[in-house]
C-alpha cells in the first residue's frame, strides 16, 4: 500500500464531464489509483508522499498517439530536411536499415524523455522496421526502465518495391514471420488490466507497405487477442493516388475492404478525407491521431479536425516520429493543434468573430484532444481525466516563470497560448517520472552523448 497527496495546487483542471477546473486544488492517490480529487480542504492530512503544489497548475498527463521513438536518431537528416512523404521516406529507408537492438532501446528513451518533460504520461509508439536482430521487445524494455505508461506497436512491411511498394525489399519482412512475432509479443507483454503499463498494437506501416492479405491477417489476430490496430492513412495525396491505381479504391474504402474500421482501430494523420469518410470513422468508432507538426512539416496538407469532433470522431493528438517534426514535446504540440486548425478557419472564410459557436478551436478544446482524446483513441478508459478511480497520472508546471508571465488570468490557456514550457512534475501511478523539472530514471547528460553517438554511426 502506497499514498501519494497532492495539495494547494493553483488551478487542478480535471478534464471530466463536468470540466472542472478546481482553484487550490488537491489528489489522493492510493496504490496508483485516485481516491480523491477536490479542494485541498477535503484531502487528508498526510500520506506517504506529500507533494505542496502551490503556485502551479495540474493536468492530467498528456497523451500521445503516435510517434517512431526511433526517429529521434535522424532528426533534421540534410537530405530529408525539404522532401515531402514518399522522398523523405525514400531517403530514410537506408539509414534506418543500420539500426542495431541498442539503437532501439537508447532512442526509447530520448523519446520518452522528451514526452515526459513536456508532461506526457502515456505515448504509443509506431516501430515498423526491425533490422539487424532489432526487435520490439528492446522497446518494451526500456519503457519498462523508464517508467512510462508505453503502446507498444509491432508494426510492419511486407511490399517491397519489386512488389510495387515503396520499401526497398531489403527493409520488408516476410508476412509469416511477422505475424508469429506479433502473437509472441502479445502474449508475452499484452496487460489489458486498469493501470496497464504495457499494451501490444497491431501496426502495419501503410497502405503503400503492406499487402491487403496482411492487413486482413493482423485484423483477425488483433481481434482473437483484443488489443488494438494502428496504421497511416490519407496522410498525403501520393497515398491517395497509389491506393486508387493499385487497390481501386481511396484509403478509407480500402480500410472498409480489409475489415479495418471499427473502435479498436485508429489512424495517424488522416488529413485527405471527405465528409462521407469522416462520418464512417464516426459511425465505426475508428479513431485519429493528429500530428499537425509532422503535416506542416511535410507540406501534407491540413487534417479537418474541428469537423471530425463535431461528426463525433475520436480524435487523439500525436508528435509523430523525429524525424518528420523534429521534436516529442507534448504542449508543443498542443499549441500547434490549436493554431493550425485556425488556419484552416481562416483559409476557409470562416466568421472569426470571436464569439460563441466561432470556429477557432480553443486552448481547452486543444487539451482535451491531447488527454480525453487520445485515450479514447487509445482504447482506455482509466487514463485521461483526474477522476476518481482513475490512474494518477498528471503534469504539474510552475507559473512563476518568464514563458507564462502575465497570462495568470488563465493559466490553463496560457499553457497553449505561450512559448511551450517544460513539466517541473510528472507523475504516472503516483510515481515520478519527472521532479523538480528532473527527469528521475534517466541520467540526461550521459545519454544524450550516447544517443549522438549512435545518430552519427547511422548517418556514417
Ligand atoms: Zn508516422
Same mark, same amino acid.
Given at each position: 500500500?502506497?499514498?501519494?497527496? !497532492?495539495?494547494?495546487?493553483?488551478?487542478?483542471?480535471?478534464?471530466?464531464?463536468?470540466?472542472?477546473?478546481?482553484?487550490?486544488?488537491?489528489?489522493?492517490?492510493?496504490?496508483?489509483?485516485?481516491?480523491? !480529487?477536490?479542494?485541498?480542504? #477535503?484531502?487528508?492530512? $498526510?500520506?506517504?508522499?506529500? &507533494?505542496?503544489?502551490?503556485?502551479?497548475?495540474?493536468?492530467?498527463?498528456?497523451?500521445?498517439?503516435?510517434?517512431?521513438?526511433?526517429?529521434?536518431?535522424?532528426?533534421?537528416?540534410?537530405?530529408?530536411?525539404?522532401?515531402?512523404?514518399?522522398?523523405?521516406?525514400?531517403?530514410?529507408?537506408?539509414?534506418?536499415?543500420?539500426?542495431?537492438?541498442?539503437?532501439?532501446?537508447?532512442?526509447?528513451?530520448?523519446?520518452?524523455?522528451?514526452?515526459?518533460?513536456?508532461?506526457?504520461?502515456?505515448?504509443?509508439?509506431?516501430?515498423?522496421?526491425?533490422?539487424?536482430?532489432?526487435?520490439?521487445?528492446?522497446?518494451?524494455?526500456?519503457?519498462?526502465?523508464?517508467?512510462?505508461?508505453?503502446?507498444? $506497436?509491432?508494426?510492419?512491411? =511486407?511490399?517491397?518495391?519489386?512488389?510495387?511498394?515503396?520499401?526497398?525489399?531489403?527493409?520488408?519482412?516476410?508476412?509469416?514471420?511477422?505475424? #508469429?512475432?506479433?502473437?509472441?509479443?502479445?502474449?508475452?507483454?499484452?496487460?489489458?488490466?486498469?493501470?496497464?503499463?504495457?499494451?501490444?498494437?497491431?501496426?502495419?506501416?501503410?497502405?503503400?507497405?503492406?499487402?491487403?492479405?496482411?492487413?486482413?491477417?493482423?485484423?483477425?489476430?488483433?481481434?482473437?487477442?483484443?488489443?488494438?490496430?494502428?496504421?497511416?492513412?490519407?496522410?498525403?495525396?501520393?497515398? #491517395?493516388?497509389?491506393?486508387?491505381?493499385?487497390?481501386?479504391?481511396?484509403?478509407?474504402?480500402?480500410?472498409?475492404?480489409?475489415?479495418?474500421?471499427? $473502435?479498436?482501430?485508429?489512424?495517424?494523420?488522416?488529413?485527405?478525407?471527405?465528409?462521407?469518410?469522416?462520418?464512417?470513422?464516426?459511425?465505426? @468508432?475508428?479513431?485519429?491521431?493528429?500530428?499537425?507538426?509532422?503535416?506542416?512539416?511535410?507540406?501534407? @496538407?491540413?487534417?479537418?479536425?474541428?469537423?471530425?469532433?463535431?461528426?463525433?470522431?475520436? !480524435?487523439?493528438?500525436?508528435?509523430?516520429?523525429?524525424?518528420?517534426?523534429? =521534436?516529442?514535446?507534448?504542449?508543443?504540440? !498542443?499549441?500547434?493543434?490549436?493554431?493550425?486548425?485556425?488556419?484552416?478557419? @481562416?483559409?476557409?472564410?470562416?466568421?472569426?468573430?470571436?464569439?460563441?459557436?466561432?470556429?477557432?478551436?480553443?486552448?481547452?478544446?486543444?487539451?482535451?484532444?491531447?488527454?480525453?482524446?487520445?485515450?479514447?483513441?487509445?482504447?482506455?478508459?482509466?487514463? @485521461?481525466?483526474?477522476?476518481?478511480?482513475?490512474?494518477?497520472?498528471? +503534469?504539474?508546471?510552475?507559473?512563476?516563470? &518568464?514563458?507564462?508571465?502575465?497570462?495568470?488570468?488563465?493559466?490553463?490557456?496560457? &499553457?497553449? +497560448?505561450?512559448?511551450?514550457?517544460?513539466?517541473?512534475?510528472?507523475?504516472?501511478?503516483?510515481? +515520478?517520472?519527472?521532479? #523538480?523539472?528532473?527527469?528521475?530514471?534517466?541520467?540526461?547528460?550521459?545519454?544524450?552523448?550516447?544517443?549522438?553517438?549512435?545518430?552519427?554511426?547511422?548517418?556514417?
Amino acid at each position: 500500500m502506497s499514498t501519494f497527496l !497532492v495539495r494547494n495546487a493553483s488551478l487542478l483542471a480535471t478534464f471530466d464531464d463536468q470540466e472542472r477546473e478546481i482553484a487550490d486544488g488537491g489528489l489522493f492517490v492510493r496504490d496508483g489509483f485516485i481516491e480523491l !480529487v477536490g479542494p485541498t480542504a #477535503e484531502m487528508p492530512d $498526510s500520506a506517504d508522499e506529500v &507533494l505542496d503544489l502551490a503556485g502551479h497548475v495540474v493536468l492530467p498527463g498528456l497523451i500521445n498517439t503516435h510517434h517512431h521513438f526511433y526517429q529521434t536518431l535522424t532528426r533534421a537528416v540534410p537530405a530529408a530536411q525539404d522532401a515531402n512523404l514518399f522522398n523523405w521516406l525514400v531517403t530514410l529507408y537506408p539509414i534506418w536499415a543500420r539500426m542495431q537492438p541498442e539503437d532501439i532501446y537508447v532512442s526509447t528513451i530520448t523519446a520518452l524523455a522528451e514526452l515526459a518533460l513536456s508532461g506526457c504520461t502515456a505515448a504509443s509508439d509506431h516501430l515498423y522496421i526491425f533490422p539487424n536482430g532489432s526487435r520490439l521487445d528492446d522497446q518494451i524494455q526500456a519503457g519498462l526502465d523508464f517508467g512510462m505508461r508505453l503502446h507498444a $506497436s509491432r508494426g510492419s512491411m =511486407s511490399l517491397g518495391e519489386s512488389q510495387g511498394g515503396l520499401p526497398p525489399d531489403s527493409v520488408v519482412e516476410d508476412e509469416d514471420f511477422i505475424l #508469429e512475432d506479433s502473437q509472441r509479443l502479445i502474449e508475452q507483454y499484452h496487460d489489458p488490466n486498469p493501470g496497464s503499463m504495457t499494451q501490444v498494437v497491431l501496426a502495419p506501416c501503410s497502405p503503400f507497405s503492406i499487402t491487403g492479405d496482411l492487413m486482413k491477417a493482423s485484423a483477425n489476430l488483433a481481434r482473437e487477442y483484443g488489443v488494438q490496430l494502428h496504421t497511416h492513412l490519407a496522410e498525403t495525396e501520393d497515398e #491517395e493516388q497509389f491506393c486508387i491505381e493499385l487497390f481501386g479504391h481511396r484509403p478509407v474504402a480500402y480500410m472498409d475492404q480489409v475489415n479495418w474500421l471499427g $473502435s479498436d482501430v485508429w489512424f495517424a494523420h488522416s488529413v485527405h478525407v471527405n465528409n462521407d469518410e469522416i462520418n464512417q470513422y464516426a459511425l465505426t @468508432g475508428s479513431g485519429v491521431a493528429h500530428c499537425p507538426n509532422s503535416n506542416m512539416r511535410l507540406a501534407s @496538407g491540413i487534417a479537418p479536425i474541428l469537423k471530425m469532433l463535431t461528426f463525433g470522431v475520436k !480524435v487523439g493528438l500525436g508528435v509523430d516520429g523525429s524525424a518528420s517534426n523534429d =521534436s516529442s514535446h507534448m504542449l508543443g504540440e !498542443v499549441r500547434q493543434a490549436m493554431l493550425l486548425s485556425r488556419l484552416a478557419a @481562416g483559409l476557409e472564410g470562416a466568421s472569426l468573430s470571436g464569439e460563441d459557436g466561432s470556429p477557432l478551436m480553443t486552448a481547452r478544446q486543444a487539451l482535451r484532444m491531447a488527454t480525453r482524446g487520445s485515450a479514447a483513441v487509445l482504447g482506455r478508459d482509466d487514463i @485521461g481525466s483526474l477522476e476518481v478511480g482513475k490512474c494518477g497520472d498528471f +503534469f504539474a508546471v510552475n507559473l512563476q516563470q &518568464l514563458n507564462l508571465s502575465g497570462a495568470l488570468h488563465d493559466p490553463l490557456a496560457a &499553457l497553449v +497560448f505561450c512559448a511551450p514550457v517544460t513539466a517541473d512534475y510528472t507523475v504516472v501511478g503516483g510515481r +515520478f517520472i519527472v521532479k #523538480e523539472g528532473h527527469l528521475t530514471t534517466v541520467d540526461l547528460q550521459p545519454h544524450i552523448e550516447k544517443h549522438n553517438e549512435r545518430a552519427k554511426r547511422l548517418l556514417e
